[in-house]
């Protein structure tokens, strides 16, 4: 079987419109910028604030903890990519008396538990960079990221759900805009160039995690987003629609060998379905993007993190409407011959 046409590794929903922003949200330049202006605001609260974060994480949320002057606590991912609950359990245990923040991590889209009800008296942060808003979710916070490579594209932006109490704050930063050249290099991309303004894109957003963490890293500068970008935001948000990802994803876990697959419920649009292979292809990538965290991670607990480490080393298959059903075959036929005989 011949390898199928060239694609991106990710592709994300963009529509041109503007609609009024949701109430409530703060938008940011990034969603690290988010991320440091809300843990800068709980260490004021609460100095002995412990947080708890997975250990494959990107490193814009380890550098944003870091320049907030936090202190962090890493635990494992579990086979369904959510916290490992025992670990989280532990932490908190041995924390007794200082006041906990969570970070579960949604990661690729994958459901988390409800972490508030679990634990009320944590301050739970979802970091929801790699999925949507959950208006169900229980959680204080909850982040959002709209990088070229994310579910939902301004050609970079975040915004902070939760975050009423601060807005004096954040009133007082100072705005980060340029939508219109956002918007035409976001046209440009789609219309000239298709997959491969994705595929740059992609890649320069891999570069900067590589060295998000580096001594010679640039800080992180804290800007709202001014509001023509945010309704811009806002607008594709309203327009997304998950039911392309979300066949996508049910096919291969239909094709797919049960050995490679993650514990993942079927029904619904991940950013990137995992396998547990080293596979090249047309649209794969790689988990190595978040390796610096998951070494930090190890280093500072003293210990390895399996779950972690399976997620590093997996491949990512792509779930964008640009799969088609030539890509999807090609990829089941690989991975039934790594997984062996009695897979197949």
């Not at 690290?32 to 609460?46: N, P, V």
């Not at 989280?88 to 006041?99: D, H, K, L, P």
């Not at 327009?239 to 990802?245: A, I, M, P, Q």
């Amino acid at each position: 079987m011949h390898p199928p046409q060239p694609i991106p590794p990710l592709i994300p929903h963009v529509r041109y419109g503007s609609r009024p922003s949701e109430s409530g949200w703060l938008f940011f330049g990034a969603a690290r910028q988010g991320m440091k202006f809300l843990s800068q605001h709980l260490l004021r609260q609460h100095p002995d604030l412990l947080f708890i974060v997975p250990a494959y994480t990107c490193d814009s949320v380890v550098q944003a903890l870091d320049e907030a002057g936090a202190e962090m606590a890493f635990v494992d991912v579990a086979p369904d990519l959510d916290l490992d609950l025992a670990a989280v359990r532990g932490w908190i245990e041995r924390s007794a008396g200082r006041t906990v923040a969570l970070v579960p991590t949604p990661l690729f889209g994958a459901p988390v538990r409800p972490y508030k009800q679990l634990f009320p008296d944590c301050i739970v942060i979802e970091d929801r960079a790699q999925t949507l808003p959950d208006p169900a979710s229980g959680a204080d916070f909850q982040l959002l990221s709209f990088g070229p490579g994310k579910q939902v594209s301004g050609m970079g932006g975040g915004a902070l759900l939760g975050g009423g109490a601060l807005r004096n704050g954040y009133a007082a930063l100072e705005q980060e805009c340029g939508a219109v050249r956002h918007v035409v290099l976001s046209l440009v991309g789609n219309l000239l160039f298709g997959p491969a303004w994705a595929l740059f894109g992609q890649k320069v957003t891999q570069r900067h995690s590589a060295n998000a963490i580096d001594k010679e890293s640039r800080s992180i500068d804290i800007r709202a987003l001014c509001e023509d970008r945010a309704r811009w935001i806002t607008h594709s948000l309203q327009t997304w629609d998950g039911t392309g990802r979300t066949r996508i994803a049910d096919a291969y876990h239909r094709s797919i060998p049960q050995a490679l697959r993650f514990d993942m419920p079927c029904g619904l649009p991940y950013l990137r379905y995992p396998v547990r292979a080293s596979l090249e292809g047309p649209g794969i990538s790689s988990g190595r993007m978040y390796e610096k965290v998951v070494q930090r991670a190890e280093e500072s607990s003293r210990r390895q993190f399996p779950g972690a480490r399976a997620v590093m080393e997996a491949s990512f298959l792509p779930t964008h409407h640009r799969v088609t059903a030539e890509h999807m075959a090609w990829y089941a036929d690989r991975l039934s011959g790594l997984a062996g005989p009695a897979a197949a």
